[in-house]
């Protein structure tokens, strides 16, 4: 299958394409370069030929030929949705929706978007479905749920979107990043030695491993098509809703010394459990192979490796919202996010 994967330079892309190159599949890559300069480490040995191309200028020329299109550059987490709402919306709403429709014109057959479980917001009781009430609290989950509206409409015999409603991920990228929770809370316990809990850790998230949304994606792929025609599918595992309070333990536990507190019940209370039943009886061949405290391990294990420092923790190359200000403060980049020169 030839494939198109928007966002190869990105935290996610980049795990992707080598998974499904390994696959057998012909991969390019799309992406406009903003964070190039975050490498953490040398990753796999296996990268596609990447268009460096704003999303925002692709033409159905550049996606003739392509089988399927995997969309996963967008702007992406909420403070960054914040920062430029109008510019997120025009990227992430306006943008992904063009591309869908651009595929379909070139007779893309598989159309696979990255979107996000934080489309439900605050949720209280049962475990939210794929048919849960959604509630977007920010720009970048609003979104998301405007891309899933407007693209299923193009779904036809020759055109099957697909929406992966992943959940927060986690784990181990050569362009790696530290501001994710489980990520963060490892490169804390790594550089400062402890794990200081502004709150009482009692909220609920579910997590899921980068390389098991790469499973996700490449299940979908060769999935039949009456299985991912127009379907949302939660990505993630039911076990793995964890109350933030265990994460921080998981983490804790495998950095040897580092000392965990907690707060007060208050701060950040958005708190939500999700039902990942769905991807487990329909996409066949999908399971998780990860849990928190793997990833935990995985991620102690590359630190070790590369003696990560605390400049480069803190740093923008692997924190979004830092290296888009930087972009802007520097006028690498214009106000739309265009490139300048």
């Known amino acids: 299958m030839k494939v198109l994967v928007t966002g190869t330079e990105g935290y996610l892309g980049c795990v992707l394409a080598p998974e499904l190159m390994r696959d057998g599949h012909e991969v390019t890559g799309l992406d406009t370069g903003y964070y190039k300069q975050g490498w953490l480490y040398r990753g796999g040995d296996r990268t596609p030929y990447t268009l460096n191309k704003d ?197 804790a536990s495998v950095f040897p010394g580092c000392q965990l507190t907690f707060g007060d019940a208050g701060g950040d209370n958005r708190s939500y459990r999700v039902s990942f039943d769905k991807i487990h009886s329909q996409l066949p061949g999908f399971a998780c192979e990860w849990d928190a405290l793997r990833g935990a391990r995985q991620l102690f294990d590359i630190f070790t490796s590369i003696q990560l420092d605390s400049e480069t923790f803190t740093g923008r190359g692997h924190t979004r919202l830092k290296q888009l200000q930087h972009l802007i403060a520097t006028r690498q980049v214009d106000a739309e996010l265009f490139w300048t020169y």
């Open 55 to 251: 999303l925002r200028h692709l033409t159905a020329d550049d996606l003739e030929g392509f089988d399927a299109v995997v969309h996963m550059a967008e702007l992406s987490n909420d403070p960054l949705g914040q920062l430029a709402p109008d510019v997120t919306f025009k990227v992430n709403h306006v943008g992904s929706v063009r591309l869908a429709t651009l595929a379909k014109e070139a007779g893309v057959s598989r159309f696979v978007y990255m979107s996000s479980c934080s489309v439900y917001g605050v949720a209280e009781g049962d475990d939210v479905t794929e048919t849960s009430p959604v509630d977007p609290q920010t720009a970048y989950a609003q979104c998301k749920v405007l891309v899933e509206r407007d693209v299923a409409p193009l779904a036809a015999d020759g055109f099957s979107p697909t929406f992966m409603r992943n959940a927060t991920a986690y784990g181990a990228s050569p362009r790696m990043r530290f501001d994710i929770v489980l990520n963060n809370l490892a490169g804390v316990a790594w550089t400062a030695g402890e794990i200081a809990m502004t709150s009482d850790g009692t909220p609920w998230r579910p997590l899921v491993h980068a390389l098991d949304i790469a499973k996700a994606i490449r299940c979908a792929l060769v999935a039949p098509r009456a299985a991912i025609h127009n379907q949302i599918f939660n990505v993630g595992d039911t076990a793995q809703n964890y109350q933030v309070k265990e994460i921080a333990d998981a983490v």
